[in-house]
């Protein structure tokens, strides 16, 4: 089956400094990659979908000057997580597809973020 | 805009048991379901989904879930749990055929015991 990696699975910051994620899918190529962020205990919210070689579409509420994503290969999606802050402190997860009609989103195993 | 809802926070079940988590959407039209399972240090996993036809899906692992439009539910059935069935449950719907942009609920956490 199609795998997705990402790259840390956890990671510690101080407050201010900049983190970058790394999403690959391993087997596939992904037209179309999402980014997801989930509370403790609670849903995953999607933050914003990329696609290869353009801007990434951000969902309502969402900064994207803070979260700077980029989908600069169909195997590579990238968020950033600028100036983080304890608040950003969550478990990011990304998710790929094919972009073909009823595919399914194949997810990454996640990122624990830890701002301090 | 769509929305789902997952009654139960929590369940618990001994092996062997049958096992039904809910789950309820809110879409103004024809929705497309799923359910994903999420195990500690996994990426969610696909367990089945719906977009049209028989409404009663077959997924993996054992999994099987029924679409009922007039209850606008979506729920998760297994005849009988494994311990290895422990984990977290996400109900999901997507707007269009393409499986954009998923809203998930909340989660069921199912714990099995002994």
């Known amino acids: 089956g199609a795998v997705v990696s990402q790259h840390p699975s956890r990671v510690i910051c101080k407050s201010g400094t900049s983190v970058k994620i790394e999403c690959r899918s391993l087997?596939?190529?992904?037209?179309?990659m999402f980014w997801y962020r989930q509370f403790p205990k609670k849903s995953l919210m999607l933050m914003a979908t990329?696609?290869?070689?353009?801007?990434?579409?951000?969902e309502q509420g969402v900064e994207k000057d803070k979260f700077l994503i980029n989908h600069a290969s169909l195997t590579l999606s990238t968020l950033t997580v600028t100036s983080a802050h304890p608040e950003d402190s969550s478990f990011y997860i990304c998710?790929?597809?094919?972009?073909?009609?009823?595919?399914?989103?194949?997810f990454g195993p996640g990122t624990r973020l830890l701002v301090l | 805009a769509q929305s789902v809802t997952q009654p139960d926070i929590h369940i618990t079940v001994s092996e062997g048991a049958s096992l039904e988590l809910r789950c309820n959407y809110s879409?103004?039209?024809?929705?497309?379901l799923f359910w994903y399972v999420q195990s500690p240090g996994q990426g969610l996993q696909l367990l089945l989904k719906?977009?049209?036809?028989?409404?009663l899906v077959q997924g993996i692992k054992g999994f099987e879930a029924e679409f009922k439009r007039s209850q606008s539910s979506f729920n998760l059935r297994k005849p009988s749990v494994h311990w290895s069935d422990a984990a977290e449950y996400f109900c999901?719907?997507?707007?269009?055929?393409?499986?954009?942009?998923?809203?998930f609920g909340t989660g069921t956490r199912l714990t099995i015991i002994p």
């Open positions: 998710s790929a597809n094919l972009g073909l009609a009823g595919e399914t989103q194949y």
């Open positions: 087997d596939f190529q992904a037209t179309t």
């Open positions: 990329s696609n290869e070689g353009s801007k990434a579409t951000y």
């Open positions: 879409y103004g039209a024809t929705p497309y």
């Open positions: 719906y977009f049209s036809g028989d409404t």
């Open positions: 999901a719907v997507a707007p269009s055929f393409r499986n954009e942009k998923l809203t």
